[in-house]
Nanobody, 119 residues
Framework: QVQLAESGGGLVQVGGSLRLSCVVS????????MAWYRQAPGKQRTLVAH???????IYDDSVEGRFTISRDDAKNTLYLQMNSLKPEDTAVYYC?????????????WGQGTQVTVSS
C-alpha cells in the first residue's frame, strides 16, 4: 500500500520561506509522477507543481520562480521549497502521486500540511 506523509508546514511572515517534505512508503518515489497541490479555504484543490520520473518539472504560474519541487530518491522523499511567500500562498498543501499499482492507475494523497503566511 502506497502511503504519503507530509510535514514542514507552519506559520511564516510575508517574504519568508518554508520547505515541505513528503515521505513515500510502499513504493519507489522515482518511478511515477509526484506532485504538490494546495487548497485554500472555500476554494478547489489546485496543482502547485509536479515532477515526473524523468525529472521534468512543471509549476503553476502563481509560484513559478518562487517554489522549487525536488526529489531525493535515496530518502524516498519529495520536497517543495517555498520562497518569497505571499498571503495568497496560505492553504493546506497535499502531496500526491499517480501510479500504476495492482493492475490499475491510482491517485494517492497525503493528509495535508497547513501553510499560513501572515502579513
Amino acid at each position: 500500500q502506497v502511503q504519503l506523509a507530509e510535514s514542514g508546514g507552519g506559520l511564516v511572515q510575508v517574504g519568508g520561506s518554508l520547505r515541505l517534505s513528503c515521505v513515500v512508503s510502499g513504493d519507489a518515489i522515482n518511478i511515477a509522477l509526484m506532485a504538490w497541490y494546495r487548497q485554500a479555504p472555500g476554494k478547489q484543490r489546485t496543482l502547485v507543481a509536479h515532477i515526473t520520473s524523468s525529472d521534468t518539472t512543471i509549476y503553476d504560474d502563481s509560484v513559478e520562480g518562487r517554489f522549487t519541487i525536488s526529489r531525493d530518491d535515496a530518502k524516498n522523499t519529495l520536497y517543495l521549497q517555498m520562497n518569497s511567500l505571499k498571503p495568497e500562498d496560505t492553504a493546506v498543501y497535499y502531496c500526491n502521486t499517480y501510479r500504476f499499482v495492482f493492475g490499475s492507475w491510482r491517485d494517492y494523497w497525503g493528509q495535508g500540511t497547513q501553510v499560513t503566511v501572515s502579513s
